[in-house]
Nanobody
Framework: QVQLVESGGGLVQPGGSLKLSCAAS????????MGWYRQAPGKQRELVAT???????NYVGYVKGRFTISRDNAKNTVHLQMNSLKPEDTSVYYC????????WGQGTQVTVSS
């Protein structure tokens, strides 16, 4: 049974930081590209960042320089370090694992507000 479990969301003030984590089980983690997506109320789910099985990273333009994706293959975990958070970053953040199949976590809420 494949499980992706996100953690680390919460309420933070503008300019603050959060680190999201996603723990994967039931897959050969090192073979999967991992990604973070987000979905705000009334909007479509959108890509935030991805990291390939070899460690290559890709970011959507509006998070470049603020967010960093990383992976720990020994712990089957992917992280998203989010700095300089803005109110428009408020969303539910989802972890994605993609290789021959795609899997999703249940999401973790990030709220940026003063």
């Amino acid at each position: 049974q494949v499980q992706l479990v996100e953690s680390g969301g919460g309420l933070v003030q503008p300019g603050g930081s959060l680190k999201l984590s996603c723990a994967a089980s039931g897959i050969n983690f090192r073979l999967y590209a991992m990604g973070w997506y987000r979905q705000a109320p009334g909007k479509q789910r959108e890509l935030v960042a991805t990291i390939s099985s070899s460690g290559s990273t890709n970011y959507v333009g509006y998070v470049k320089g603020r967010f960093t994706i990383s992976r720990d293959n020994a712990k089957n975990t992917v992280h998203l370090q989010m700095n300089s958070l803005k109110p428009e970053d408020t969303s539910v953040y989802y972890c994605n694992a993609n290789w021959r199949n795609a899997y999703w976590g249940q999401g973790t809420q990030v709220t940026v507000s003063s």
